[in-house]
């Protein structure tokens, strides 16, 4: 089994520790490396060649989400899980548009951790249930306009699959289409929404209430 290369960058070093023990107990993950901040985080990158890295967003230094941008534009293929606490979702479009994959609380059990590593791995985003109750309550107490972006049946169909965490193959048979049209489709939604990617589609559904969750 390939083992996926993860990085953890946080600046408690306690929580860090606790979750590398965490990840570590699992065959298909090998903790590489931790940083404190992006600029540690950054260093890493010139000796190790991560797949996955779990990165804070509030850090000294540099934060998590100029870490990610510059990340990125030394490895372009690396994956980004964002560790969250509740109170962050200010962060989260600025996280995303920064290239951010999944989004877990920092209080989140094994089992939305590991979920999220294999779910980014396959190159899908991934947000924990509690996170996503965090993003609708916060939502709900502020009135947004209602969006001028007028989608159809169909797509109003895939975006609520979407949300729901349903894979392409699984979107793509139940709208009686294969994977190539599917991605055609996702990408027409996308740019009518602005969205960089599904994760900002995810927050722009919830915030302009095409989805209930």
Partial sequence: MKKHKIIVVDDHQQFRSGLKSILSKNNFIDVIGEAANGFEFLKLLDSQNPDIVFMDIDMPQMNGIEAVKEGLKKNPDLKFIVLSMFGDEYYYSQMIQAGAKAFVLKTSNVSDLLQAVKEVALGKNYFSNDLLRS???????????????????????????????????????????????????????????????????????IKNKLVEI
């Fill in 135 to 205: 993003v609708v309550f916060k939502i709900n107490k502020i009135k947004h306009e209602k969006s001028i972006v007028q989608f159809n049946d169909r797509e109003l169909e895939i975006i609520n699959a979407i949300c729901a965490g349903f894979a392409d193959d699984e979107i793509a048979e139940k709208n009686r289409c294969s994977v190539l049209e599917l991605n055609v489709l996702k990408t027409n939604i996308l740019e009518k929404a602005n969205c960089k990617n599904t994760a900002g589609l995810i927050i722009y559904a």
